[in-house]
């Protein structure tokens, strides 16, 4: 019994002093009630605890089985919106502030401290060398100045991180230092050239980070190019950065890729988000055997602005047609609704009040009704005898609609009299704009 006691008087002290506490303050404190923490890997992020956020207060403890590496805390949904990353040492406990519009400050941990302050360092630099150029000063000793101070930031805060986690985000930073003066315009062309120098795709830290995300879509939406338009310049950026990491696993150029897709989509360059698909990021479905993703990038390609919208067969007057046969309007408004949606029933109204201004022949409108039974439909299709109305047994399971993507409904598209793809209005008031603004 004594042997015991002993045991454990000697593993208690080992037990108590292995665990850490993660604490944070978060502004305004009435946004946030709850904290997730996830302990990141390459591939996946593994739920570690979660606290609620009292009074703007976190609280989370790590046992002693926590190991050190990349965590994530997630504040809000959704999660790869609202989160940001820490290190963890496992020597230390940390503790920060953190509000939404100024980000997040470390209070305590020598280690997260240290790259906030490596961050906040070459910023300043980066901000002088800005106003330089800006100023349009002659002054190239002072730039010179500038530039040493840089080099010699970058070298101290690399021996201040020796053996730290930390050190392979400093490392991976290091900017582009000239080794003599450069005018703007070649020293823009060169951040451009090295922007990836530092940058080790293979690096299991960086992977388990925001780091590549965050590098990417700098890249991608802040290097400009004055010799060609927006869209021109977005490929470009994304063919050199998809250069630059060409040695990088498939599994996380498909994290990548897929995020830089999705904003794309998000910002409405559809155009964009395809090249993306049809250059990069197929080939990486492909080679992961990644079906779905394949499935789903043709069919987001299929529906864009400007393609052939997918063809159905209808009844119509006891004949069989297709869409393509139809030569009846100048555009053609397909809509998929539901007798049981309610905002279905307060637009299609409003949709049909809307036609109905129209020039004779200028609008057709194809109501497809993605149903579970006919009962109601059939019934609320005789108040719009002018739309042409196809029923979409199997609602979610509906053909044509998971040929159009549809997830929800009502949703538009606006054909051409040639059943290209022109519009897709979030309902119906954006559909009466756009024609509208024709």
């Avoid at 980070?209 to 879509?217: A, G, K, P, Q, V």
């Amino acid at each position: 019994m004594l042997k015991r006691i002993v045991a454990l008087a000697v593993l208690l002290p080992n037990i108590f002093f292995g665990q850490h506490t993660i604490k944070g303050t978060f502004s305004p404190a009435e946004d946030y009630n709850i904290a997730l923490l996830y302990k990141v890997t390459p591939t996946v992020s593994e739920y570690v605890t979660n606290s609620e956020i009292k009074d703007g207060i976190l609280e989370l403890k790590l046992d002693s089985a926590a190991t050190k590496g990349m965590y994530r805390i997630v504040y809000a949904i959704p999660q790869e919106d609202y989160n940001f990353d820490i290190i963890y040492n496992g020597k230390e406990n940390i503790e920060f502030t953190f509000n939404s519009e100024t980000g997040v400050e470390f209070l305590a941990s020598a280690e997260n401290k240290l790259l906030a302050s490596y961050k906040n360092s070459m910023s300043m630099i980066t901000h002088s060398i800005g106003n330089f150029y800006r100023e349009e000063s002659k002054d190239t000793i002072a730039l010179k100045s500038i530039f040493n101070t840089q080099r010699e930031a970058q070298s101290s805060f690399e021996t201040l991180a020796k053996g730290t986690i930390a050190l392979e985000f400093i490392k991976a930073n290091t900017p582009y230092i000239p080794e003599t003066f450069e005018d703007v315009k070649t020293y823009v062309e060169s951040l451009k050239t090295h922007y990836f120098d530092y940058v080790d795709f293979n690096n299991e830290t960086l992977q388990s980070s925001n780091f590549f995300d965050e590098r990417m879509l700098n890249y991608v939406f802040g290097m400009s190019s004055e010799d060609v338009d927006e869209i021109t310049n977005y490929k470009n950026n994304i063919d050199v950065f998809c250069n630059a990491m060409k040695y990088a696993p498939d599994g996380i150029k498909r994290i990548l890729l897929i995020d830089l897709w999705q904003q794309m989509v998000d910002l409405g360059f559809e155009n964009v988000a395809n090249y993306i698909s049809e250059t990069h990021l197929i080939d990486v479905a492909k080679a992961l055997n990644d079906e779905e993703l394949i499935k789903g990038l043709t069919l987001f390609k299929n529906t864009s602005i400007g393609s052939k919208a997918p063809d159905f067969s209808f009844e119509i007057e006891n004949e069989t047609k297709k869409l393509n046969e139809l030569n009846t309007a100048v555009n053609y408004i397909i809509v998929f609704w539901s007798s049981t949606c309610s905002h279905c029933l307060d637009e299609i109204p409003q949709l049909q009040t809307f036609v109905k201004t129209q020039e004779a022949g200028k609008v057709k409108v194809i109501a497809i009704g993605l149903e579970e039974e006919p009962n109601k439909w059939d019934i609320l299709i005789k108040k719009y005898a002018d739309f042409i109305h196809v029923y979409g047994e199997g609602k979610w399971d509906n053909k044509i609609g998971n040929d159009y993507g549809v997830t929800a409904t009502p949703t538009y598209f606006v054909l051409n009299k040639d059943k290209k793809i022109i519009a897709k209005p979030e309902d119906v008031e954006a559909l009466k704009m756009f024609f509208e603004a024709e």
